[in-house]
């Protein structure tokens, strides 16, 4: 399996961003999906999450400002990020996971000025 992210780059805050993550490979519909992101000298933390039925997950950080959504037929993942802040600067990776099997994308870069 492959996790393909794209979608990122620098903005001024207040801005918009939308990550999108294309799965090859394997039908990832049953999967959970997920993003996670990791700024300089800090561990990687956890963004938000969606389940195969639609459910979703976000971290306190970001909650109502960003959207995560899938397309099971596009096997695809997104993260609709809205009103960025300095703070949201990280390197964002995309995971997919279930039943002890774990795949992870390169990160795509997310710059927000101040």
């Known amino acids: 399996v492959q996790l393909q992210a794209s979608g990122g780059g620098l903005v001024q805050a207040g801005g918009s961003l939308r990550l999108s993550c294309a799965a090859s490979?394997?039908?990832?519909?049953?999967?959970?999906m997920g993003w996670f992101r990791q700024a300089p000298g800090k561990e990687r933390e956890f963004v938000a999450r969606i389940t195969w039925s639609d459910i979703t997950t976000y971290a306190d950080s970001v909650k109502g400002r960003f959207t995560i959504s899938r397309d099971n037929a596009k096997n695809t993942v997104y993260l609709q990020m809205d009103s960025l802040k300095p703070e949201d600067t990280a390197v964002y990776y995309c995971?997919?996971?279930?039943?002890?099997?774990?795949?992870w994308g390169k990160g795509t870069q997310v710059t927000v000025s101040s």
């Open positions: 490979g394997r039908t990832l519909s049953s999967y959970y």
């Open positions: 995971r997919a996971w279930r039943d002890g099997m774990d795949y």
